[in-house]
């Protein structure tokens, strides 16, 4: 499997995934369903997994998923979050998406494509070699005046000298707001986010010039398909990544 075969397999889980959740009747999405592997699983968040599986079983991959943890076999391994921003889809918030991260092997740093997709409006973002937003290249932001910086983070514990900044609730779409220079920093040091959370924003972002790293200042590439993987992220641009993690640590 190469970066083409991953895209349209990518869109077409986006497809089935879009189509499932516009299935489900607003006043039901939120209903309990199950406790799954990470935790309360909501009715939307089953049908977008199932759409989702429907298309990946059918290949030869070794998928991760929020929801029902290790499914299928292959030698290329799937970061799969069905549905990022489950708070968001439930109460009509224009922001959620379905992300895939495809790899060689079960660590972060053998990927090779990732993918994200606004299930609301439709926004897709990729990366193989390159980033990019709706077939269109992507570059982050080059920004290093902290005063001028747009930052995503969760949650500030002290006052910090950014212009502005926000939350939005989908990591995997925040992170690609970081990729395509939208926002120019994403903060996570909570230690709460899974690698189907943010795998395939992270890849994305990063192969539109940002840098990753975890609260010690590490990369993320030795980073586990794992559903016991949690990781702190601090995402910029490298000249000022490391900068970025001292002022908010």
């Not at 083409?4 to 089935?16: E, Q, T």
């Amino acid at each position: 499997m190469d970066e083409n075969d991953a895209l349209k397999i990518s869109r077409l889980v986006a497809l089935k995934v879009k189509e499932a959740i516009l299935s489900v009747p607003a006043e039901k999405r939120g209903q309990f369903f199950a406790m799954g592997k990470s935790g309360v699983t909501k009715l939307i968040d089953k049908v977008a997994e199932d759409a989702a599986l429907e298309v990946l079983m059918k290949e030869k991959l070794r998928v991760l998923s929020e929801e029902c943890g290790f499914v299928g076999e292959g030698d290329v391994f799937v970061a799969l979050d069905p549905l990022d921003g489950t708070f968001n889809a439930v109460r009509g918030i224009p922001f959620y998406s379905v992300s895939l991260c495809f790899s060689d092997s079960e660590k972060l740093k053998d990927a090779f494509f990732g993918y994200v997709f606004n299930l609301a409006n439709g926004d897709e973002y990729y990366a193989n070699e390159n980033a990019f937003k709706n077939g269109q290249r992507i570059i982050s932001s080059s920004e290093e005046d902290f005063g001028k910086m747009n930052a995503i983070i969760y949650y500030p514990t002290k006052v910090l000298p950014f212009k502005r900044i926000r939350i939005y609730g989908s990591a995997a779409l925040e992170t690609c707001l970081v990729a395509d220079g939208s926002f120019n920093c994403f903060v996570d040091l909570r230690g709460m986010l899974r690698i189907f959370d943010v795998a395939a924003g992270i890849y994305i972002a990063e192969r539109a010039g940002a840098l990753a790293l975890d609260e010690n200042g590490n990369g993320l590439g030795n980073k586990k398909f794992d559903l016991s993987e949690r990781l702190n992220v601090v995402l910029a641009n490298s000249r000022i990544c490391r900068r970025l993690l001292e002022l908010v640590l």
